[in-house]
């Protein structure tokens, strides 16, 4: 690979869900899986995915239907989603506490 170019990332749902069930053992498994669809039918890219469940993963606080809650808020025109910062799922928990099931 030359210095050019960048290297792909691939989506890697199976292997995210493993690591998080590992790392959380109080999430479950289809709770993640169905997060991470709703993520990806909102069109969400991998990277930003994987930095959502990344951080949610580290906050103590931080359960799969707060992904689904993220996925679920409309983006608005010109929002980013910067690689640092506050968890996007993090702010919709706070904005919308009612989109967060009970899992």
Request: glycine share 6%; hydrophobic share 45%; aromatic share 6%.
């Amino acid at each position: 690979m030359s210095a050019e170019e960048k290297p792909v990332v691939q989506a890697a749902s199976r292997e995210l869900t493993d690591l998080a069930v590992a790392m959380r053992p109080d999430w479950g498994r289809d709770d993640l899986s169905g997060a991470l669809v709703a993520a990806k039918a909102a069109g969400w890219s991998w990277e930003r995915t994987f930095r959502e469940v990344s951080n949610l993963l580290l906050d103590g606080d931080g359960r799969p239907a707060d992904l689904r809650a993220a996925a679920a808020r409309p983006a608005r025109a010109g929002e980013q989603f910067p690689a640092d910062g506050p968890s996007q799922a993090a702010r919709a928990r706070e904005l919308y506490p009612n989109l967060r099931s009970a899992s």
